[in-house]
């Protein structure tokens, strides 16, 4: 059912440090910010050939990623996406199996019908799938 590897999103306290850190030290390629004020997050999207990185960062109070980021001060990976042909298809697969979809599916950061996985239910990691 899943296919490519969207994005790995990690959530970091300083984007200026860390957008400097991949662009720099990694010498990858680092577009500039973006608010997502629907999200409560700034974004920076990093490609890389095979795959994104998405450095997130709160924007705003009640920031989905606030409490991720008083728990793992120093940041840390928040959730891996990947790719799926027919998101209704598969949450309907999910929800059969059991797995807990969190809230609907929703218009994700690129503008495509996104769900999330609760992390319990995958190994302790938080999962987006994205419509391709
Ligand atoms: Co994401």
């Given amino acids: 059912m899943i296919g490519r590897l969207n994005h790995v999103a990690i959530a970091v306290p300083d984007l200026a440090a860390a957008s400097a850190l991949y662009a720099g030290t990694l010498g990858a390629e680092v577009a500039a910010p973006q608010d997502e004020p629907a999200h409560g997050v700034t974004v920076v999207f990093i490609t890389l050939p095979n795959t994104k990185i998405e450095l997130l960062t709160p924007l705003g109070e009640n920031s989905p990623i606030a409490g991720f980021l008083a728990k793992n001060p120093s940041g840390g990976i928040h959730h891996i996406c990947y790719e799926v042909d ?31 996985l609760h992390p319990k239910d995958f190994t302790g990691t938080l999962i987006e799938l994205e419509q391709a």
């Fill in 86 to 116: 027919d998101i209704h298809a598969a949450r309907d697969h999910l929800q059969a199996t059991g797995a807990r979809v969190l809230g609907d599916i929703k218009i994700g950061a690129h503008g495509k019908p996104v769900l999330f």
